[in-house]
């Protein structure tokens, strides 16, 4: 268990056992044996290092990875970063609406709230593609992009499309379209699901939040504490041995933002929820810290999740939203993100 505490509230993060083991047993180290062919990295020099070492292959990169032996090259991945850049930039540019209600149970809650402000309430072959069930197992994603691919005809223009579902719909065959589809579930899903596992994670460790706190300090320290992408996986390669005598030839590397982030060694009361350290810390180079990867290869998302994840906070903000108090333990399990489930928000 991890103790997180605003000075005002305690609540006990119980985190999966194989979460809580490495918490308790490689916090502080550098290099230690996971698995026969598997070592892990928490430190701060040798993570900057190995990172440094090469660049992540098309693999290593969990949005834009082969389909289905299908590489995403350069031209595919631009065209979609910019659909989807432009369907968030729009999102962004709508005011808050007073209607908005997101008491109830997180991540769910704002998941959807994410779903419809940035997608739009688009036909079910495209919602069903955001859902948070899919994560269940992988044969339910592959299953709803072949029934949305199957799916005949052009979906009406009394709902607009999103830029990202647009692409879509220029695809002239049936596997490019399925092609399509998919490449829609991985970057339109993790828009959601990272903004809303980020969120969530921020409201049980502080709220309510100090009036005098900005938005973007809160999830610095989120990102620190509670990192929804926890790990980064390099497959062996012989720079990483060549840097390192330690890690084998052989020796696939599992580095591990989520000790580093508590290094006792890097941060003052590491265990503490103190998003005040960051109006004296520069996240962009502070050692160990990689909420969105190396500065020289930073997530593609950043800048869309960061912005999306304060607009929900400005909403918790101003409608006094908090956990309910009768919640004092909440869940972190091994499926995924690093998310607390199960949060019941409710108003103060």
């Not at 419809?116 to 955001?130: A, K, N, P, T, Y």
């Not at 520069?282 to 990867?293: A, K, N, R, T």
């Not at 607009?311 to 690093?338: A, F, H, M, N, W």
């Amino acid at each position: 268990m991890s103790l997180s505490s605003t000075g005002r509230n305690a609540r006990v993060t119980v985190f999966a056992p194989r979460i809580e083991e490495l918490l308790r047993t490689h916090r502080g180290a550098d290099l230690f044996r996971l698995e026969r062919d598997t070592v892990g990295v928490a430190g701060a020099d040798l993570l900057d290092g190995l990172l440094r070492a090469r660049p992540a292959t098309p693999e290593e990169r969990p949005t834009f990875k082969p389909v289905l032996g299908r590489q995403i090259g350069r031209t595919d991945a631009s065209a979609l970063m910019q659909a989807v850049s432009s369907d968030v930039r729009a999102a962004l540019r709508k005011p808050l609406d007073e209607t908005d209600d997101l008491t109830g149970r997180w991540p769910h809650a704002p998941h959807v709230h994410l779903r419809d402000l940035v997608f739009g309430r688009e036909s079910l072959r495209f919602r069903i593609l955001v859902d948070r069930k899919l994560e269940l197992t992988p044969k339910l994603t592959w299953m709803a992009v072949a029934a949305g691919t199957a799916m005949l005809g052009k979906p009406g223009t009394e709902i607009p499309l999103s830029h990202l579902a647009a692409r879509v719909m220029e695809a002239d065959s049936y596997a490019d379209r399925r092609y399509a589809m998919y490449l829609y579930r991985r970057v339109a899903a993790p828009i959601c699901f990272t903004v809303a596992a980020l969120v969530t994670n921020a409201v049980w460790l502080g709220s309510p939040f100090d009036d005098d706190v900005p938005n973007r300090d809160i999830l610095w320290e989120t990102l620190r504490l509670l990192p929804p992408s926890w790990n980064i996986l390099r497959v062996a390669s012989p720079e990483f041995h060549a840097l390192d005598d330690r890690i084998g030839v052989r020796d696939d590397i599992l580095m591990l933002p989520l000790l580093s982030h508590r290094d006792p060694r890097l941060w003052d009361a590491p265990d503490e929820f103190r998003p005040q350290r960051w109006a004296e810390l520069d996240p962009e180079s502070h050692p160990g810290y990689l909420p969105f990867g190396h500065a020289n290869e930073r997530c593609w998302g950043r800048h869309m999740v960061l912005p999306l994840a304060e607009r929900l906070l400005d909403i918790v903000r101003r409608d006094g939203l908090v956990v309910s108090p009768d919640q004092t333990v909440g869940k972190v399990e091994l499926d995924g993100l690093l998310e607390v489930s199960g949060v019941r928000m409710v108003r103060r």
